[in-house]
């Protein structure tokens, strides 16, 4: 657990670093190209099912309502002009590393629900899988992201839990950079 938390600080700091001046154009394209603000923070289900604010960059309008995104009738009719990119690629994602820094999340874990995702937060709370921080990436993502079932999600969240460790979370990782360089499994 201290390495793990040793390791995120390290590399959320270094990528920070690295990255920005790209998310500095980033924000600067989000602010362009719609009105509203560069970040979009959402209220997130963390460790132990307590909320925090997350930020991503902004991929919506800002008229969109707070829902997961399956579950809005149209998705394509609410995503901004960059927006698809921006998912398709996970550079939306990248402002998470402030929260991998304070410690609300790690790289590895499963992704953070929304506050009303009720049945998911209930179904990780049945499995145990509350107990763990939230990811950037996780065993989920890598086993189908967006294409996932709940249930299914949940499932690969609680082996997660079952079979964690850094050798583990390196491949999440490799496997992570492989998937988003493909764009694999991103619907919206």
Not at 54 to 75: C, G, N, Q, S, W
Not at 100 to 127: C, H, W, Y
Request: aromatic residues 6%; contains cysteine.
């Amino acid at each position: 657990m201290i390495v793990k938390r040793a390791c995120d600080i390290a590399i959320a700091m270094i990528a920070g670093i690295i990255l920005a001046i790209p998310m500095a154009l980033i924000a600067a394209m989000v602010r362009i190209t719609s009105q509203g603000p560069a970040l979009y923070w959402s209220q997130r289900v963390g460790r132990e099912n307590q909320l925090f604010w997350m930020p991503k960059f902004r991929t919506m309008r800002i008229d969109t309502p707070v829902v997961a995104t399956h579950l809005l009738h149209d998705p394509q009719r609410h995503l901004t002009p960059i927006g698809s990119f921006l998912r398709k690629t996970s550079l939306d994602e990248l402002p998470q590393l402030w929260c991998i820094l304070l410690g609300k999340m790690s790289f590895v874990g499963p992704r953070p629900a929304l506050f009303n995702q009720e049945d998911l937060i209930a179904a990780r709370t049945a499995k145990g899988v509350h107990v763990l921080l939230p990811g950037l990436t996780g065993w989920a993502q890598v086993n189908g992201r967006d294409e996932l079932s709940i249930p299914a999600k949940v499932e690969l969240d609680a082996e997660y839990l079952r079979r964690q460790s850094t050798f583990f979370d390196l491949r999440i990782l490799v496997m992570t950079a492989i998937k988003v360089a493909g764009s694999a499994n991103v619907q919206h």
